[in-house]
């Protein structure tokens, strides 16, 4: 054990997940964060005119209440907003919207796989509020410029409970938050465009006792999250070491230095002089509305990796197979838990592996999803015949994913001489050859190198013209070489 | 000269007889007149007559032209009224030229009706006297020494002045009835909800109320048709099935229930305006209405559960005045903090700054619980407790102020002397209840107002049963 592993660290998330409503929280606006033309999706409600009125908008509350069902909660039969006061130019009305002592939801949890162990995240609450323009200070200046395009965009501010251990622990939360977020279809979840931001909170403590707590604002990458988390930890166990004090403070995150740095102390709390919005009702929800939404909602990832792990498959082929499952309407993911566990295996390696990177790098397949699973059945079939090499599995997919329709399989390995060469004879053939032309390679061997085996077998698979079967020939060129001894 | 009943000036413009345009002529005539009175902030002089023009047109060509067509009227200076200057009688506001309209203006317009000009207020209604403007003080049209009452001083004296048949006020504490009461005309506030607050600046949401001064209760409940029913833009609005309606439908007085309320007729009030009060009571009796004394104890609370909470919406409300994006902004300003602090400093008023830091206190963090939560506490027991009263009885009666309009300067030292101006008409909006205040005499030769109150959204009933002592009793 480390120095540092004296020090337990303890994490708590709040993320802010942009909801994907077609307007504002509370007015007509377009929803849409306009980042080229500042100031365009702004009414007399967003610019905070003298008489203008917030309305909540419906959908915000359907997507607010599918959100529930993803975190393990429901919606609550009754919330209601309320206003939280601040001055700042990019806050028109001098408060924000957003629901403090009786949120949409209450309770939930997130659950991860972290080292084949399934890690739960309470949840303590997620409420809705309206978001602030924009404030761009452009150096060099006297003067700061307000955009109001995002200005009361809606957000759901998911809090968790402080149950998160480590950095990676905090880094898969969010990766998961992110995936039921997408699985509930309630945001576009461009994490590049701040569609969810992260805020940490950060503690350190030698003993149960929790330490004061650094929160660190406005992280939009998973990698960024393990990378402050990891920094902060150190800073931290740095200062309590040299019997310093942390303090209770706000922190911003440098994603080029890899540092955080204070931003605001919060010893003195603000004092937001929370109130009740006369303005707007109450949110009533009753149980047909609970139960009609519940019931329009998707599988989620708990299911999947329920039955994924059944089949045991690797943890990251999982949270692969997961987000696949976002492009294909679980397609994918359907068919991948009718299989058996050695097709599973196989199949789920050639769509994390072979189709995702490729889908990604070049434009999407031709093949339909449903031809493409033909495809995959077929070859894994032949692969577990060990007709076909797993080399040439990658060249055969690719290849067939730009055709137009599905060809006859057989007939196109073999056409193709894609077919693997398993006959002992003619490899041990080529093996004795190669043997014979290479003999300061076959030396090194003996004395000890053993990569030196790779340039033989490449030797090989060029004069088969790739169609041996590699597990074959290594066999086969130990015990050539072991014979020669 | 005074203007005929509403339904007859329409019939006139709609015969030819009259015209829209002599109407609103006639008004902006009636404004510079009367303008020692400091009634008017601001007049519409070429968009009104533009209007009226449209609607004689509208009207020669046969067109569809509204229930109020050609009738002119004055807003309230809080009322947004497109491309006009909107300033709630404030400095932060002055020259601020409104983008969209009230929901409210934009009824009016639809039914034909045209707006001349913008009535003087309390700066953002803060106030019983108009004294809080700050402009100009409105005078009382029956004594000039004397206030006009407000915060709706400038519409209650326009109507009482007969420069307009009717205007709009809004009433958060009793900014409609207390100046209706010292102008000696109808002055209206409907229940909450009744009419879209939407385009009206904000004083106490919660309690803000939109509603009329007239010359008698049938204009006021065919001005209120027009206004009422729910807005899409203001999620406070009733359905509407509440709405209220122009007819107005016949009340059997022996069928009718009416409690005086023991609590505003104590000796706290001027002799002569109780006995003002008593005679009309008699009256009420003779004509077979069953009336009754009740006793509402926990209305000695409303004063004080209203001067917690409404300034705590004030101060929330005005978070937008400040100097950024529209309005007064210091011109000076070396950074942000000074920007905000002497735009708002220079730009409020005294008595807005008072309640900005009142409201400001009540809802602080260790204050909160003492103060805004007992009081919204306390305000759910005068709920309950006037509709328990509600259970027995039709409407509830008393005066509408303890006195007549007092003298101008006369309260401005003491805040809470004048505070307690609105001792009888803050109930009604804590409850959210309709009330009314009617004229029903004289007092050394100032007005004296009869306020009538009934449960939430029985507005028609309340109109009508008003109507109808109007009627049969001229009061």
Known sequence: MTEENEYKLTIGIECHVQLKTKTKLFSGSLNQDDQSRPNVDVNHIDFGLPGALPVLNKDAIKLASRAAFALNSQPQKFSKFDRKHYFYPDLPMGYQISQYDQPIILGGSVNFLSNDQIVKIGITRAHLESDAGKSIHPEGTDYSLVDLNRAGTPLLEIVSEPDIKSALQAKQYAQTLYLLMRYADVTVGNLFFGNMRFDVNVSVSKDENLGKRAEIKNLNSFRSIERAINYEYKRQVELLKNNQQVHQETRGWDDNKGITYLMRSKENADDYRYMPDPDLPPVILDDMYIANIKQSMPLLPDYWIDKLKKLNLDESIIYSLLEDGLDNQFSNLQFIVTLDPQDAKLISNYIVNIEMPEIKNSEAPILSIDQRQQLYLKISSLARQNIISSSNIKVLIKDILKLDKLPDIDQYIAQNKLVQNSDLDQLNEVVKKVILENPKVVEDIKAGVQKAIGFLIGQIMKETKGQANPVLINKLLNEQIKKEE | ?475
């Open chain 2, 1 to 475: 000269m005074s203007w005929p009943k509403i339904d007859d000036i329409v019939s006139a413009v709609l015969s030819g007889e009259n015209s829209a345009l002599l109407n609103v002529q006639l008004a902006l005539d009636n404004i510079q007149k009367n303008s020692q009175y400091n009634a008017i902030i601001s007049t519409l002089d070429k968009e009104a007559l533009d209007k009226a023009n449209k609607i004689d047109q509208d009207i020669k060509a046969n067109k569809k032209v509204g229930i109020l067509a050609g009738v002119p009227f004055i807003a309230k200076d809080n009322f947004l009224v497109f491309d006009v200057q909107t300033t709630a009688a404030s400095n932060i506001l002055k020259g601020f030229y409104a983008p969209y309209q009230a929901s409210a203006i934009n009824r009016l317009e639809d039914e034909g009706a045209i707006c001349v000009a913008k009535a003087n207020m309390d700066a953002f209604a803060h106030g019983s006297s108009t004294e809080n403007s700050d402009f100009f003080i409105t005078k009382n049209p029956h004594d000039i020494n004397r206030v006009a009452g407000g915060s709706s001083g400038g519409s209650a004296a326009s109507v009482a002045l007969d420069l307009v048949p009717f205007s709009l006020g809004t009433d958060t504490g009793g900014s409609i009835r207390q100046p209706a009461s010292f102008c000696g005309v109808v002055g209206f506030k409907p229940s909450y909800g009744m009419v879209s607050r939407s385009g009206v600046v904000a004083m106490g949401s919660s309690l803000d109320t939109i509603g009329t001064f007239t010359k008698n209760v049938s204009d006021s409940k065919r001005v209120s048709s027009v206004i009422s029913g729910n807005d899409p833009l203001d999620s406070t609005t009733l359905p509407d099935q509440y709405r209220i309606t122009s007819n107005l439908e016949k009340i059997d007085f022996k069928s009718i229930k009416v409690g005086i309320i023991k609590e505003y007729l104590s000796d706290n009030i001027n002799p002569k305006v109780k006995e003002t009060i008593l005679s009309s009571i008699a009256k009420l009796k003779f004509l077979g209405v069953n009336v009754q004394e009740v006793s509402i104890p926990s209305l000695d609370l409303a004063l004080a559960v209203y001067y917690v909470l409404c300034p705590a919406e004030i101060a929330s409300n005005l978070s937008r005045y400040d100097g950024q994006r529209f309005g007064y902004s210091y011109p000076d300003a070396q950074n942000l903090d000074e920007s905000y602090l002497k735009s708002r400093t220079n730009g409020f008023g005294d008595e807005a700054k008072t309640r900005i830091m009142i409201g400001t206190y009540v809802l602080s963090s260790g204050y909160y619980d003492a103060y805004y939560k007992k009081a919204q506490t306390v305000r759910t027991k005068l709920i309950n407790d006037f509709n328990q009263v509600f259970n027995s009885y039709d409407f509830l009666l008393g005066p509408t102020v303890p006195d007549t309009a007092f003298k101008i300067g006369e309260k401005s030292n003491s805040k809470l002397e004048m505070y307690l101006n609105d001792i009888m008409t803050v109930a009604a909006n804590l409850v959210g209840i309709p009330a009314i205040s009617m004229p029903v005499g004289m007092v050394d030769n100032l007005p004296v107002g009869l306020q009538i109150m009934a449960p939430i959204t029985k507005d028609n009933q309340l109109l009508d049963f008003c109507n109808q002592i109007e009627d049969e009793i001229c009061l």
